[in-house]
């Protein structure tokens, strides 16, 4: 019989001596540019760096450079998590909701697939993309004619670039199975 593969990230994590030439690069490129670290996701996108060479600048644009406010796009990554059933991602999230001011009940609302009752405009239509985008694959045409007016394609095709992201991540963190970090592990994915 074959030996049972590893889930979690030690299926996929590799230690810093045992990096090739090229992804030792990518790591310390990474690590040293505004992220401050190489997210989960990235590590374990680095066993295929053509791939990994590909995603990461969109992912360095959507999750840290684009105008996108903190708040906005914590909601934007735990409707994601929720809509995916990504423990890993929706834990990690929901701490640094919090940390940027979302509430307890906003978060539990998102959990739950309900209106969480955003009074910012960005935060509530922020809320709805992501929401009508995994509940229903498309956007009611008010609602679509709503956003257009007030933010135009660019504010929209940010926020659908963070969903696309965010749903690759938790394909990936779902397909390895991994845990949830504990509290003192909470860093960003």
């Known amino acids: 019989m074959a030996s049972k593969v590893p889930r979690g990230k030690q299926a996929f994590e590799l230690e810093r001596a045992q990096l090739d030439a090229e992804q030792a690069v990518f790591f310390d490129r990474v690590s040293s540019g505004p992220r401050g670290r190489v997210p989960i996701n990235l590590r374990a996108w680095m066993h295929n760096m053509p791939f990994a060479k590909a995603v990461e600048p969109f992912g360095l644009y959507v999750s840290e450079t684009a ?3 903190k708040r906005e796009k914590e909601i934007t990554v735990l409707v994601n998590a929720r809509c995916w059933n990504a423990t ?3 834990e990690m999230h929901r701490r640094h909701g919090l940390r940027v001011g979302l509430t307890d009940a906003q978060i539990e609302a998102i959990g739950k697939g309900q209106d969480p009752g955003f009074e ?10 992501a929401h009508h985008l995994h509940a229903d694959k498309r956007v009611p045409d008010d609602f679509y004619q709503t956003v257009l007016a007030e933010f135009g394609h660019k504010w929209v095709s940010d926020r659908i670039g963070l969903i696309g992201l965010y749903t690759m991540i938790a394909f990936t963190l779902n397909f390895y199975d991994v845990e949830p970090p504990a509290p003192e592990q909470a860093t960003h994915s």
């Open 67 to 69: 105008p996108i406010s």
């Open 88 to 90: 890993f991602e929706w």
């Open 120 to 129: 910012d405009r960005g935060e509530a239509c922020t809320w709805r993309l």
